[in-house]
C-alpha cells in the first residue's frame, strides 16, 4: 500500500523565518509527488515533482525530490502571515495495465505552518 | 480555462437521512474524477475515482456511492448517513493522459452529520 508521511505534524515560526517541510514516501512505480496548500477550503497547487535533484521555484517557495532517498522538501524563505496553511504533500503512481486510467494520489497528513507576526 | 464547481458549500444532515453532493467540471473533456474526504486532523482519503461516464471505482467499503452521469458531472451520495460521515469533501479533476499531471480540487462541501 502506497505511504506517504509529513514532518512535523505542526511548526509555529515567526514571520521572516525559513521553514522547512518534509514528505517521505513508499510508493509502488513512483511517477510523481505534488505540493499543495490548504488554507480555509480546497488544496491549491504548488509543485509537481518527478525528477531527484531539480529545484522547482515559485517566488519565496522552492521544493527537490530525492527518488533515491524517497522524499521531498518544501522550503520558504521569508515566511509571512500568508503562508499560514496546511501543506500537503502527494504521490502519484504509473497506473497498472489492468488499472489503466487511474492516476490517483495518495496524500499525507499535512503539516500544519503557524507564522506568527 | 477550467473551472470546477461544488454544491452545496455546507450541509448539516440528520443521521439516517440522504446524501446528494454535485460536483461539475466546466472546460475539459473526458477529465479523470475524484471525490475525496477530509476527516478533522487527517489527511485526505480517496472515496471514489471516474475515467469515464458510468465508470466508478470505490476504493474504501462505506456507505457511500458515487455516480458520473455525464462527462462533467460526478455525484455522491448516501442512502443513510452515520455519525462518522462528518468531515470536508472535495471533489478533483485532472486531464485523463495529459502533459500535467497536478490534480485541480473544487471548493469542497463541509457536511456535519449530527
Known amino acids: 500500500e502506497d505511504k506517504v508521511v509529513q514532518s512535523p505534524l505542526s511548526l509555529v515560526v515567526h514571520e521572516g523565518d525559513t521553514v522547512t517541510l518534509n514528505c517521505s514516501y513508499e510508493?509502488?512505480?513512483?511517477?510523481?509527488l505534488l505540493w499543495y496548500k490548504q488554507e480555509k477550503k480546497a488544496p491549491t497547487f504548488l509543485f509537481m515533482l518527478t525528477s531527484s535533484g531539480i529545484e522547482k521555484k515559485s517566488g519565496r517557495l522552492s521544493s527537490i525530490l530525492d527518488k533515491k532517498e524517497l522524499f521531498s522538501i518544501l522550503n520558504i524563505t521569508a515566511t509571512q502571515t500568508g503562508d499560514s496553511a496546511v501543506y500537503l504533500c502527494?504521490?502519484?503512481?504509473?497506473?497498472?495495465?489492468?488499472?489503466?486510467?487511474?492516476?490517483?494520489?495518495?496524500f499525507g497528513t499535512g503539516t500544519r505552518l503557524t507564522i506568527i507576526p | 480555462s477550467q473551472t470546477i464547481h461544488q454544491w452545496p458549500a455546507t450541509l448539516v444532515q440528520p443521521v439516517g437521512s440522504p446524501l446528494s453532493l454535485e460536483c461539475t467540471v466546466e472546460?475539459?473533456?473526458?477529465?479523470?474524477l475524484y471525490w475525496y474526504r477530509q476527516a478533522a486532523g487527517r489527511g485526505l482519503q480517496l472515496l471514489f475515482y471516474s475515467v469515464g461516464i458510468g465508470q466508478i471505482s470505490s476504493e474504501v467499503p462505506q456507505n457511500l456511492s458515487a455516480s458520473r452521469p455525464q462527462d462533467r458531472q460526478f455525484i455522491l451520495s448516501s442512502k443513510k448517513l452515520l455519525l462518522s460521515d462528518s468531515g470536508f469533501y472535495l471533489c478533483a479533476w485532472k486531464v485523463w493522459g495529459g502533459v500535467r499531471y497536478e490534480q485541480y480540487f473544487g471548493p469542497g462541501t463541509r457536511l456535519t452529520v449530527t
Open positions: 510508493v509502488t512505480n513512483f511517477r510523481s
Open positions: 502527494a504521490v502519484e503512481a504509473f497506473p497498472s495495465i489492468s488499472n489503466f486510467g487511474n492516476e490517483k494520489l495518495t
Open positions: 472546460g475539459t473533456s473526458n477529465p479523470n
